[in-house]
């Protein structure tokens, strides 16, 4: 039996990982996907850290920039405990071979680390390294992992977890290679399987893949899941391709645009703000774009090479020479797996979550920009040395089959049923949520928005993956993911049928204000069922 299992291998595993193994416990990181391939290689614009490089910054400053974004529904001690540690973060990936960008003065140490204004920011707090800064974050994290001896499991889909009474054993995945189930047992686990975006299927900046895998597996081994209806749009993605075009972009000085050349919001409002104001020029029937060409070639190259090859490579627009077209595309969950003080899931004892996935009450209704590449480094690692701890005193007694031969069965029933379209199923779920529960909402869609959920979740079990065979099957990872997504799109309608008021990126209309009777946290959890 491994002390901690990490479930997901981005940015928050591996720095978890990382922590685990340096505390001295055996690491297992598992995952669907290669390491880096996953959602942190598509960060683009910087990690916050107020290191005060470029001009005068202080934590206590972004400290309140965070809790100022969050809108009421951070936990400040959460908040503080993250932006304190934004400095030794910087200074520790520094360490480990992270090329930051650097100041013309070249000093060694992080003195030398050159920084961005985002979104929300009181000042150029973003660290960076161009705009590849999540792709090198990662790139740099497992290289480390690889040297320190982590082991590592890939292409394995998370079933379900190992929850005989109250407290993790393990989890049970899906060998994509083989199609065996696989029973892993573990003294402790860490959920880092990232965030809910791709329910917004065909309208996010997110992989196909991020469907909430780990938060399903929660919610039904018993764990709790909160503040799912906060959902941040970004306000710049490709208007054809929804790729998207970093915060760096605004940050290092473009202008948003409608088509009559008129800038009509301040770039670097929140993004809750900005990407109402695009929706609303939109409403109206104008197009939106991002204007880079005043920055001119230099710049643009050399600070935003990839903005430039996405814009080319996607859209057939070179910024240096024509405005983008760009729309708010869904970017980032601020809702999560429901976590303590220790990043321990409630309801699941040695059970813990990290970055996208999790639900730490840094970010509350609205994150800022910056602070996503510092969450899952900082309290990743956090995560992994708690679960460490959890270890050193738990059972290494190894879980029965129950929940493997549990999930064979399923797998065995999904194939019983006629082959059918799920791709259709999920681009009617991707649509219903962007049009019904989107950057402005109200009661009346949200409704039609669950009844068309529900109705897609029924059609869901009448058909089974198209390809039958066993080895390979991404029909069905396809099949299964979707079965997450359909689990989880119903927690968000729910929970913004539920909350009255607009806060941060929940914005309903007749109810346009934030109401201090809803400054707390919506919570969903189900009563699991006895085997």
């Not at 660290?127 to 040297?147: F, M, V």
């Not at 970004?234 to 009559?260: D, V, W």
């Not at 270890?391 to 059918?420: C, L, P, V």
Request: charged letters at 25%; a negative charge.
């Amino acid at each position: 039996m491994i002390d901690v299992l990490i479930v997901g291998s981005g940015g928050a595993g591996l720095s978890a990982a990382l922590a685990a193994k340096e505390a001295g416990a055996s690491v297992l990181v598992v995952g669907k996907m290669y390491p880096t391939n996953s959602q942190t290689s598509m960060a683009q614009g910087g990690i916050n850290a107020a290191l005060g490089n470029v001009e005068e910054d202080h934590i206590s400053l972004h400290i309140q920039d965070t809790i100022k974004s969050a809108h009421g529904l951070c936990d400040e001690d959460m908040v503080r405990r993250m932006c304190a540690d934004g400095p030794k973060t910087v200074q520790w990936l520094e360490s480990i071979g992270v090329p930051f960008s650097r100041l013309d003065n070249q000093k060694p140490g992080i003195g030398s680390i050159a920084q961005r204004k985002m979104g929300g920011a009181s000042a150029k707090r973003a660290c960076y390294a161009q705009d590849y800064t999540g792709l090198k974050i990662l790139h740099t994290l497992y290289d480390t992992c690889l040297k320190a001896g982590i082991d590592f499991l890939d292409e394995h889909f998370l079933l379900n977890l190992i929850v005989p009474e109250d407290t993790v054993k393990g989890a049970t995945f899906l060998n994509i290679r083989t199609g065996e189930v696989v029973q892993i047992d573990a003294k402790s686990v860490v959920m880092a399987t990232g965030g809910y975006g791709a329910i917004y299927h065909g309208h996010t900046t997110n992989m196909y893949g991020s469907t909430g895998d780990g938060l399903a597996a929660v919610l039904r081994a018993g764990g709790a899941l909160s503040d799912m209806e906060f959902v941040q749009f970004h306000p710049t993605g490709l208007k054809n391709s929804c790729i998207l075009m970093s915060e760096s972009a605004r940050g290092e000085g473009g202008y948003l645009i409608n088509g009559q050349g008129e800038r009509f919001i301040d770039e670097l409002k929140p993004r809750d703000e900005v990407a109402r104001a695009i929706f609303m020029q939109m409403r109206q029937g104008e197009e939106v774009f991002l204007d880079l060409r005043h920055l001119g070639e230099k710049r643009l190259l050399s600070l935003l090479p990839q903005e430039v090859a996405l814009c080319k490579l996607h859209e057939k627009i070179d910024p240096l020479e024509s405005p983008v077209p760009i729309k708010p595309v869904t970017h980032y969950t601020m809702g999560g797996i429901d976590v303590d003080d220790a990043l321990e899931v409630k309801g699941i004892k040695g059970c813990f979550a990290a970055g996208e996935c999790a639900n730490a009450k840094v970010h509350g209704a609205n994150r800022l920009g910056g602070n996503a590449l510092l969450e899952i480094t900082a309290l990743g690692r956090f995560a992994g040395e708690n679960a460490y701890k959890h270890s050193i005193y738990a059972s290494a007694k190894n879980a029965d089959d129950a929940q493997k031969k549990r999930d064979e069965a399923e797998i065995g029933k999904i194939f019983e049923n006629r082959s059918g379209n799920a791709y259709a199923l999920l681009r009617e779920l991707g649509d219903t949520m962007y049009e019904k529960v989107g950057i402005v909402r109200d009661n009346t869609t949200l409704k039609e928005a669950l009844e068309r959920v529900i109705a897609l979740q029924v059609a869901l079990k009448k058909i089974a993956p198209g390809d039958r065979s066993k080895e390979n099957n991404q029909s069905l990872v396809e099949y299964l993911e979707l079965q997450n997504a359909l689990l989880l799109a119903p927690t968000v309608i729910s929970a913004a049928i539920a909350r009255d008021e607009s806060r941060g990126a929940h914005f309903k209309s007749g109810f346009e204000t934030e109401n201090e009777a809803f400054k707390k946290h919506i919570v969903l959890q189900w009563k699991r069922e006895e085997s």
